[in-house]
């Protein structure tokens, strides 16, 4: 099954805008990417937490984004997304995930990929259900690295 070029350009729109919103430390925007919470269906995210409700996912993000969360000062770039349909009004998304710092001096810090994302049409468009993020491995040696004192350039 093929959806509509129109369809496509929206699920699009929305990865990019989830990504927007966190940068632009906007939790409100970024759960306005989500379904309801009824039909909410979890976000894993490894290292930074599972979170089952959508109530959940918003205190974390409204911490997130906070002006002592992690994601301050930083950009997330997507890559290779990957658009699966599953049917007219349902499809599984996967992108690649680049983090880079912009408030210190620029550089990548982290990478990783969103497996699967399920997408659905909803009488206000394209809206995650669920989202599941693998962080890659050279993140924790960053951290771990910057954490005894060091700073990769």
Known sequence: ??????????IQ??????????????????????????EFGGYESGPFGSMATWDELYEFEKEHTGPEGMARGKRHQVTNLHIEAVSATEARVTHDLQVLEVSD?????????YDD???????????FRSRTLHVDPGFFALMETEGAGGRHG
């Open 1 to 10: 099954m093929n959806l509509p070029a129109e369809d496509l350009l929206a």
């Open 13 to 38: 729109s929305l990865v990019a805008r989830y990504c927007l919103t966190t940068d632009d430390a906007d939790p409100a925007g970024f759960m306005d990417c989500w379904v309801g919470p009824d």
């Open 117 to 127: 994302s399920v997408v659905v049409k909803t009488d206000e468009g394209w809206r």
């Open 105 to 113: 001096p620029p550089r990548l810090i982290a990478t990783g990929r």
